[in-house]
């Protein structure tokens, strides 16, 4: 299958910097987003100074179980080893091996036995490894978890949280860099959360473990090191189906979700420098999709630019643009623009470069979205 062409052709002679598994690729988002004023302390809150978002999902999870006895962990290595990228560290110390489980090499299993657990009253949060190896699950997650409240009519429900590494850029090999948020997006019955940052990660997870139906949580590995702020434990989620704005602007909407958030806000302040007010929209829930606050922005500005790693074809970008065409058609001044991936396979770490999209990208397509009258 062939891809569509780029925003930009400039892509092509760009190189990211090669990096080990699980290193930072991108540099810290600018002082304002990164470390704007924390809330005022509740009793009990403490702050956790320059978190990184892997550190974040661990104190959440800290947190959670703690504070609830029937949150249970279970995965693949994420007992004594902690986890492939160390984010369930030091969990199975604190709580004991009957609520952090090592499980064999089997992901069908982790879903199966998740499923069960959270009908008979526990909440599990189940991790697989990466998003490539979701595929076996996908059936207990399609047809037995996000349908039980159906099922059942309302006697049952799957409050799970399925923990999944996501997305490209850090050279890893096949079936390790996917983003397919997509797929699950499609599922009635299920959330599809995406943080985009540590202070994010920390209230989403929390908020997401104490849903009482299953959260699909996808965490951008390419930014697991990289983004750094402070964050209160607190034990205080963020809400769900709700977009964050990241930044206020009257000219354009930029909408992104996960890692590439960080390429949309530089993308932004780079606009903001040739006299472009751009606003940025981190969705933080993929579904269900909070329309009325891109609904809201889009009517100001008359202008948005949709920004995806995921590929181009029949993603989530691809709704946003259908809603946006069906309910504020006649707010827009320019034709809605895509910056996604390719319709390829991710490449291998040599051309993975080529795939990704880039902040370059973005404000190209927004410069070309404001050229029209």
């Not at 795939?355 to 029209?372: F, G, K, S, W």
Request: hydrophobic fraction near 40%; proline fraction near 7%; glycine fraction near 8%.
């Amino acid at each position: 299958m062939h891809s569509s062409p780029r925003t930009s052709e400039t892509r092509q002679n760009s190189q990211m910097p090669a990096s080990a598994l699980g290193r930072a690729l991108r540099t810290p988002l600018p002082e304002p987003v990164m470390n704007a004023p924390l809330k005022e302390l509740q009793p009990n809150a403490k702050v956790l100074k320059d978190q990184t978002l892997l550190e974040a999902v661990n104190a959440a999870l800290f947190t959670a179980m703690g504070n609830d006895d029937d949150v249970v962990l279970l995965g693949e290595d994420v007992g004594m080893n902690g986890g492939v990228f160390r984010a369930t560290a030091g969990l199975q110390e604190a709580f004991g091996n009957h609520r952090v489980m090592d499980t064999p090499l089997a992901e069908a299993l982790i879903a199966g036995v998740a499923v069960g657990m959270s009908t008979q009253g526990l909440k599990p949060v189940a991790e697989l490894q990466f998003m490539g190896f979701v595929f076996p699950a996908f059936e207990h997650i399609a047809c037995h978890a996000a349908r039980m409240r159906n099922r059942t009519r309302g006697r049952l429900s799957c409050p799970i949280v399925f923990r999944a590494p996501f997305g490209g850029g850090i050279h890893a090999p096949e079936h390790h860099s996917e983003s397919t948020e997509a797929l699950f997006a499609h599922l009635p019955g299920i959330r599809v959360v995406i943080p985009s940052s540590p202070r994010r990660a920390y209230g989403l997870l929390l908020s997401a473990i104490e849903s009482p139906d299953p959260v699909l949580f996808l965490e951008p590995k390419r930014i697991y090191r990289s983004l750094k702020s402070d964050i209160i434990d607190d034990g205080q989620g963020l809400p769900l189906d709700t977009c964050f704005t990241l930044k206020e602007g009257s000219d354009i909407t930029l909408v992104s979700w996960g890692a590439l958030v960080t390429e949309t806000l530089d993308a932004a302040h780079e606009l903001e420098a040739h006299g472009i007010s751009a606003e940025v929209i981190d969705l933080g829930t993929i579904k269900p999709l909070d329309e009325a606050t891109i609904l809201a922005s889009v009517m100001k500005t008359g202008r948005c630019v949709i920004a995806h790693e995921a590929c181009h074809s029949f993603g989530v970008g691809a709704e946003i643009a259908a809603m946006l065409a069906e309910k504020a058609l006649f707010n827009l001044r320019a034709p809605i623009a895509r910056v996604t991936g390719y319709d390829t396979i991710m490449p291998l770490p040599t051309n993975e470069h080529y795939y990704m999209p880039r902040t370059n990208d973005i404000v190209e397509a927004a410069i070309n979205t404001l050229q029209y009258e």
